[in-house]
């Protein structure tokens, strides 16, 4: 069983950054790795990075290479630092623990960035 609380969203003027937090707890034995998706109004849900529980390899989607950065704490905590927001960042963002047969998601964090 594995539980995920996000927290550090909020309302950003475009340009700024703001810093995703998420808290893991039970078991992640099994799991490949952590990521962060987000899904805007009407549209489907995206991966936006993923890095691995072993090792720290990292994925991000092209939209976003070279403007966020993710990271983990030793699969505690992973981290989605974002900077020079844009408005098409606008969404719901969902920590997740990806297995080979499931995945667990957080409750989401809201994410508005205005222009």
């Known amino acids: 069983q594995v539980q995920l609380v996000e927290s550090g969203g909020g309302l950003v003027q475009a340009g700024g950054s703001l810093r995703l937090s998420c808290a893991a707890s039970?078991?992640?034995?099994?799991?490949?790795?952590m990521g962060w998706y987000r899904q805007a109004p009407g549209q489907q849900r995206e991966l936006v990075a993923r890095?691995?529980?072993?090792?720290?390899?990292t994925d991000y989607a092209d939209s976003v290479k070279g403007r966020f950065t993710i990271s983990r704490d030793n699969a505690k905590m992973v981290y989605l630092q974002m900077n020079s927001l844009k408005p098409e960042d606008t969404a719901v963002y969902y920590c997740a623990v990806e297995g080979p047969f499931m995945t667990s998601w957080g409750q989401g964090t809201q994410v508005t960035v205005s222009s």
């Open positions: 039970g078991s992640i034995f099994s799991a490949n790795t």
């Open positions: 890095i691995a529980i072993r090792g720290y390899g």
